[in-house]
């Protein structure tokens, strides 16, 4: 089995979301995520692919009627699940410590985005070791006092792997807390 898919295994979340259709300034249709207290917003042509109690799993096309609930992805399509912090680990930092078990040959990788609100935000990135055909990033953050977790997934040979980063950087940056 993936480590993603491993991790997303653990990951069962004891909070319920919100979906919500917002328009951009070029009038865009985007789509905001809302969990246990966060919101993000996902770049413009992603959309709801599935939603449970533990995640909502959004993907850069549009699933077709035909498509088993539990398959995702392909050529030239990346999906990303948010969650907020499983009700089995205590903070972040026991979350990302169970991600580095999970996925011991992950590349881990420490940046630090700087929000839309002016502040630097710490996020560890647990990254596919190259090679497989399939590949993922694990952005692990914390929005207020809510960790959180985006996990990216696509096919390594993928030619907009650029774009499928950036726009995870993007919802990072956007993030914030909602009442």
Same mark, same amino acid.
């Given at each position: 089995?993936?480590?993603? &898919?491993?991790?997303?295994?653990?990951? /069962?979340?004891?909070?319920?979301?919100?979906?919500?259709?917002?328009?951009?300034?070029?009038?865009?249709?985007?789509?905001? @995520?809302?969990?246990? #207290?966060?919101?993000?917003?996902?770049?413009?042509? +992603?959309?709801?692919?599935?939603?449970?109690?533990?995640?909502? &799993?959004?993907?850069?096309?549009?699933?077709?009627?035909?498509?088993?609930?539990?398959? =995702?992805? #392909?050529? #030239?399509?990346?999906?990303?699940?948010?969650?907020?912090?499983?009700?089995?680990?205590?903070?972040?930092?026991? +979350? &990302? =410590? /169970?991600?580095?078990?999970?996925?011991?040959?992950?590349?881990?990788? *420490?940046?630090?985005?700087?929000? *839309?609100?002016?502040?630097?935000?710490?996020?560890?990135? @647990?990254?596919?070791?190259?090679?497989?055909?399939?590949?993922?990033?694990?952005? =692990?953050?914390?929005?207020?006092?809510?960790?959180?977790?985006?996990?990216?997934?696509?096919?390594? #040979?993928?030619?907009?792997?650029?774009?499928?980063?950036?726009?995870? @950087?993007?919802? &990072?940056?956007?993030?914030?807390?909602? *009442?």
């Amino acid at each position: 089995m993936k480590p993603s &898919i491993l991790l997303g295994l653990f990951c /069962a979340v004891a909070a319920s979301s919100l979906l919500e259709a917002q328009s951009g300034p070029e009038e865009t249709h985007r789509v905001s @995520l809302s969990r246990a #207290g966060v919101r993000v917003i996902c770049p413009a042509g +992603w959309n709801v692919l599935n939603e449970s109690a533990r995640e909502t &799993i959004v993907g850069n096309y549009v699933r077709s009627p035909d498509t088993p609930q539990n398959v =995702f992805g #392909g050529p #030239g399509k990346a999906y990303l699940s948010f969650q907020t912090l499983p009700i089995y680990y205590k903070d972040l930092a026991e +979350w &990302i =410590f /169970a991600g580095r078990r999970l996925a011991p040959e992950a590349i881990e990788r *420490k940046l630090s985005i700087r929000t *839309k609100a002016g502040a630097n935000e710490p996020v560890t990135r @647990l990254g596919s070791p190259p090679g497989g055909r399939h590949a993922y990033a694990s952005y =692990f953050f914390q929005v207020g006092s809510t960790p959180v977790l985006l996990e990216l997934n696509y096919n390594s #040979g993928d030619p907009h792997v650029e774009e499928y980063e950036s726009a995870v @950087l993007g919802m &990072i940056e956007g993030a914030q807390t909602v *009442k």
